[in-house]
């Protein structure tokens, strides 16, 4: 019995780790996949739009299953609290480091070694800056589509200032 027993554990434990290489290769192929279909310059803001929408409904579906044995929230800042704890560590393996508000609808939420960001290149290194909102708008969309299905209407933007550190600005709009 014990043989099987530590089996099952290293399965269980080399298995994330692949779980999150997947997940990474997925979202590059699928941002590469978006943006080199039209390599326009106006045709590359249109392919960000429909990397956020892509989010946006994968965002939807996850948030849908994560919540379905939750009791209703109390208030929108509980919402954003679960957005920071447990969908984020459902996708990616930890939890938002800070979240700020001005209890008026405007939240920040910092990741300070976002998972997407971290292989780009050296953390002082300012030559991937301009390519990273692409691999930012996915998850953009994940946000706006989760908190749409928790009855939030609102507006992300991703800002980044130095890799791999970025701060998703969440907007919500009065209903």
């Not at 099987?4 to 298995?15: A, F, G, H, Y």
């Not at 208030?75 to 393996?93: A, G, P, R």
Request: charged residues 25%.
């Amino acid at each position: 019995m014990k043989p099987q027993m530590v089996e099952q554990k290293l399965i269980s434990s080399t298995s994330g780790e692949a779980d999150e290489c997947l997940f990474d290769y997925l979202h590059a192929e699928l941002v590469n996949y978006v943006l080199t279909k039209n390599t326009d310059s106006k045709e590359g803001e249109e392919n960000l739009t429909q990397l956020e929408w892509m989010g946006f409904g994968v965002g939807y579906r996850v948030i849908e299953r994560l919540t379905r044995e939750w009791a209703r929230f109390k208030d929108e800042l509980d919402m954003i609290k679960f957005i920071c704890t447990d969908f984020w560590s459902s996708l990616y393996q930890k939890q938002i480091d800070n979240l700020k508000t001005n209890h008026h609808g405007t939240y920040v939420l910092q990741d300070n070694e976002f998972r997407l960001l971290k292989n780009l290149g050296v953390k002082d290194s300012k030559q991937y800056l301009s390519d990273s909102p692409k691999l930012l708008a996915f998850t953009c969309g994940l946000l706006r589509g989760s908190l749409a299905n928790l009855g939030i209407v609102s507006i992300v933007k991703a800002e980044i200032s130095a890799l791999p550190s970025c701060k998703f600005h969440v907007e919500v709009k009065p209903v």
